[in-house]
């Protein structure tokens, strides 16, 4: 099959690249392999020095790459920049922290009868990685950082419609002092997961994609007894409650609802406001949403660039002429604008009721649902109402009721007066449909390694 680089600003084909073969894969994996057994034994300042290096060729290169991804998933030239310098950040933090997440942590050596006792953490092998195209540098590189460092090796599918970018990921370790094959980038089709992933060489697996690729990975994954982490969707709800400071929810909504052209599994999706400031939020919250500027993502000024894919317009406008044909009141947008490119307006929706599939279903798109509730017991549990479980966001001044949402909202994260997002100091992950297993932090360096229990006896 053709793998192709396609603008959606245009609907342009940038570039073609043709699948790897059997013959190709087999090399790479069996390399892969091999690198493993040595790069296994390097001593973490070794690794730490080309993390390092890799770090500094994306600061240098910034502009270049950030250019790869806008022409060809549509982010704005901005955000990719920005997505460019945390990766960046990210490289830096596990070169100067691996050396301690993995460090050898002592037991108690005389309740269990040994002279000594600890656990140590060891890499475990070639990883396959299975990458989205929204955060298309971001997503891969919070797996390939730490399991680098760890001493892993990294094989990465990246979505098929982001080639250029996986081949720049591809080359960017070895450039920066991994051996050569440390990490490698296969130019597949989904059809040939199955051959990688079963591969008795590929030792485990990471995913962030949709439900439906995270069930397809883990029924391989469970048949081999393979390890997986899986980042999948999300339907993050935003709680907005009487002494929230309403205007900076309303930008900070507008934010989260709006990043990455609306195409993020954390981005805010279900609006959930008490009634007594409901009318408030939802007239501040329309009104910035409104003023955003759609369009060219490479022009300045560009707030909201096009849907990565076509497929993706014509979901998000599905959804939202089903929610209207049953009732639901548009506060702005709602149309996709004729002309090229696969653009959707900042859309705000309101008396959604559990018909509608906007109600049910994950809106990857700049589309925001909006829901009055009467208290906070009802907000917790409208927000729990979803198979979903990845982030949470909660306005509330009342420390009383922050404690409630910290401990009630069923999340992988809960951000209080703030937007939910991913740092390489905090555990990123979610429960439910959204996943299992974590990235980034310490949490996702030992994701990938053998916990192993050493207990040493004798004098």
């Not at 609907?11 to 013959?23: H, K, N, P, S």
């Not at 140590?120 to 460092?149: C, K, S």
């Not at 989260?256 to 009634?275: D, E, L, P, W, Y």
Request: proline content about 5%; aromatic content about 8%; overall charge negative.
């Amino acid at each position: 099959m053709a793998i192709a680089s396609v603008n959606p600003a245009t609907g342009e084909t940038l570039e073609e690249f043709a699948e790897l073969g059997e013959r190709e894969i087999e090399a790479r994996v069996a390399r892969s392999d091999e690198v493993f057994r040595a790069h296994r034994r390097d001593s973490y300042d070794v690794r730490a020095a080309a993390m390092r290096r890799a770090a500094d060729l994306l600061d240098a290169e910034k502009s270049d790459v950030a250019a790869v991804m806008t022409a060809e998933m549509g982010k704005t030239l901005a955000a990719a920049e920005a997505e460019v310098a945390k990766c960046a950040r990210l490289c830096r933090f596990y070169a100067e922290r691996a050396a301690g997440f993995l460090a050898d942590e002592p037991a108690d050596a005389g309740a269990v009868g040994a002279r000594r006792a600890y656990v140590r953490y060891e890499p475990l092998g070639p990883v396959l990685a299975v990458m989205p195209w929204n955060f298309p540098l971001w997503q891969a590189m919070r797996f390939a950082a730490p399991a680098l460092m760890a001493g892993n090796t990294g094989l990465l599918k990246h979505a098929s419609n982001v080639p250029r970018t996986a081949l720049y990921m591809g080359e960017l370790f070895t450039r920066a002092g991994f051996p050569e094959g440390a990490f490698q980038t296969l130019l597949i089709g989904s059809k040939l997961v199955e051959r990688v992933l079963s591969d008795p060489r590929v030792v485990a697996a990471t995913l962030t994609g949709s439900e439906g690729a995270g069930r397809s990975i883990a029924a391989i994954a469970g048949r081999e007894l393979k390890k997986t982490v899986l980042e999948l969707g999300g339907s993050d709800p935003f709680l907005v409650l009487p002494s929230a400071d309403i205007e900076a929810a309303a930008k900070t909504a507008t934010k989260a609802r709006t990043q990455n052209n609306g195409q993020s599994c954390i981005a805010a999706k279900r609006f959930i406001v008490h009634t007594d400031v409901y009318d408030a939020f939802a007239e501040a919250f329309t009104a910035h949403m409104a003023a955003l500027r759609v369009g060219d993502p490479t022009a300045e000024g560009t707030d909201v660039g096009p849907l990565a894919q076509e497929q993706g317009v014509l979901d998000v406008s599905a959804q939202v002429e089903d929610a209207k044909a049953k009732g639901a009141r548009v506060l702005c947008g709602g149309e996709r604008p004729a002309g090229p490119g696969w653009y959707y307006p900042p859309t705000v929706v309101a008396e959604l009721t559990p018909s509608m599939r906007m109600y049910r279903e994950e809106v990857f798109g700049p589309v925001a649902g909006l829901y009055r509730v009467a208290d906070l017991d009802e907000a917790i549990d409208l927000a729990n109402a979803t198979p979903f479980g990845l982030g949470a966001n909660a306005w509330t001044q009342d420390e009383a009721e922050q404690e409630r949402c910290a401990a009630e909202l069923a999340a992988g994260a809960v951000f209080v007066n703030g937007m939910v997002t991913s740092y390489p100091e905090l555990p990123f992950g979610g429960i439910k449909t959204s996943g299992y297993g974590r990235e980034l932090a310490r949490e996702g360096i030992r994701e990938f390694c053998n916990a192993k229990t050493v207990w040493v006896g004798g004098a």
